[in-house]
């Protein structure tokens, strides 16, 4: 295998396509207007980071340095990512809470704050110079990629990923914790990219497994965001709010129970979907 091998090709493009993704929505990011760019900003790191992580042993630690740097980026945008996450779903919750809907109100405005100053700490890291050696260094490393394991395989990549997942997902007790779950959601997600990896070489044996894999990541998602929405109204509940704050725990926790009660369901689309891939 060579440097120019299917796999690494693979690697770089979908690579390139991601620092291409970071690089065109970053201007929405800075003026905060759509707050689906910072999605997509966020969505392109993380990607970046697991394909990154997923191909370690085909081309080493020729990406630790990005990988490093796309985690600070991680960290100074992700504040300001949960707030609109958790912000636009209250909004929504808080629309219902009549005749509680001023207490709702002001929980609301708390956290709007609250992201104002997330955002500023964000728009300044863009505006620094790390931020601009973290774009040169990974748009100059993707050139000079090469394996230095001729019998890895994207393959066998995304097996071992799928591996560590399922690992994970036998290890849930009736009633895991909360942060057991998340650490689940996290596999998923690094086995679905991985999956995605190898998709290019294997013409659409993947794809249910992409499926499956993502909708595991997002029914935790949202169970993550229930868990994440209630401790922050509960912190946040003042006397005049406490009569919205318990109608909207209430409202989280049921959104949670649900999550976890369908977990098993997906889980077997996911194992299904595997079988056949793998």
Same mark, same amino acid.
């Given at each position: ?5 299917p ?5 770089? +493009?979908?690579?390139?396509? +991601?620092? !291409? ?6 201007p929405?990011?800075? $003026?905060?207007? $759509?707050?689906?760019?910072l ?11 697991? %394909?990154?992580?997923?191909?370690? @042993? %085909?081309?080493?630690? +020729?990406? /630790?340095?990005?990988d !490093?740097?796309?985690r ?11 707030? $609109? ?6 909004r ?16 609301? /405005? ?7 100053w ?10 620094? #110079?790390r931020?601009?050696r973290l ?6 490393? %993707? ?7 001729? #019998? ?10 799928? @591996?560590r997942?399922? &690992? ?12 057991? %779950?998340h650490?689940?959601?996290?596999? &998923? @997600?690094?086995?679905?990219?991985a999956?995605e990896?190898?998709?290019? #070489? ?5 794809a249910?497994?992409?499926?499956a ?7 935790i998602?949202s169970? +993550?965001? /229930? ?6 109204v509960?912190?946040? /509940?003042?006397r005049?709010s406490?009569? &919205?704050a ?5 409202h ?15 889980? @077997? ?10």
């Amino acid at each position: 295998m060579t440097s120019e091998s299917p796999a690494i090709d693979t690697l770089r +493009q979908l690579l390139e396509r +991601q620092l !291409a993704r970071i690089e065109r929505v970053e201007p929405g990011v800075r $003026d905060g207007e $759509d707050p689906r760019d910072l999605h997509r900003f966020r969505v392109a790191c993380r990607r970046s980071r697991a %394909l990154i992580r997923a191909s370690r @042993k %085909l081309v080493g630690d +020729q990406l /630790a340095g990005v990988d !490093a740097e796309l985690r600070w980026l991680g960290s100074v945008s992700g504040a300001a990512r949960d707030l $609109d996450v958790l912000i636009e779903h209250l909004r929504e919750v808080v629309d219902g809470l009549a005749p509680d809907t001023s207490g709702g109100e002001a929980i609301l /405005a708390a956290l709007e704050e609250e992201r104002g100053w997330a955002r500023e700490t964000l728009v300044e890291a863009l505006a620094s #110079d790390r931020y601009r050696r973290l774009l040169l260094t990974f748009g100059a490393t %993707l050139p000079t990629l090469h394996a230095i394991d001729d #019998d890895i395989r994207p393959r066998e990549i995304a097996r071992r990923e799928f @591996k560590r997942l399922r &690992a994970a997902y036998d290890e849930l007790g009736p009633e895991p914790p909360d942060d057991q %779950l998340h650490r689940l959601r996290i596999k &998923a @997600k690094r086995a679905r990219y991985a999956a995605e990896l190898a998709e290019r #070489d294997e013409d659409g044996a993947f794809a249910a497994f992409v499926a499956a894999a993502t909708e595991l990541q997002d029914l935790i998602g949202s169970h +993550q965001d /229930a868990v994440v929405a209630e401790k922050r109204v509960r912190a946040l /509940a003042t006397r005049e709010s406490q009569l &919205a704050a318990g109608r909207i725990v209430e409202h989280e926790r049921r959104r949670r129970a649900e999550a976890r009660a369908n977990v098993p369901a997906v889980w @077997k689309r996911v194992e299904r979907a595997a079988r056949k891939a793998f």
